[in-house]
C-alpha cells in the first residue's frame, strides 16, 4: 500500500510562470518552499486521478 502513496505522476509537468520565477529566484527560503510545493503536488494521489478523470472526459468528448 505505501508504494502506491508515494509514487509520482508521469502524466503531467509542473511548470512555474515568470513572475513567479522571479520571486522564488529573490531568496534561497522561497527557492526551498517552491519546491516542497512542487514535490506536494507531484505526489498527490487526488491530483493524479483527478487528471486521469479530466483525461478520459476530453477522450470520450472527442471520439464522439
Known sequence: MKKI???KSQRYIIEINSF???VINM???QQEL???KV???IN???LDESYKIL???LLRK???
Open 44 to 46: 498527490d494521489i487526488y
Open 39 to 41: 514535490e506536494n503536488l
Open 55 to 57: 483525461e478520459d472526459i
Open 20 to 22: 513567479d520565477n522571479e
Open 27 to 29: 531568496s534561497p527560503e
Open 34 to 36: 517552491n519546491q516542497k
Open 62 to 64: 472527442t471520439d464522439n
Open 5 to 7: 502513496l508515494v509514487r
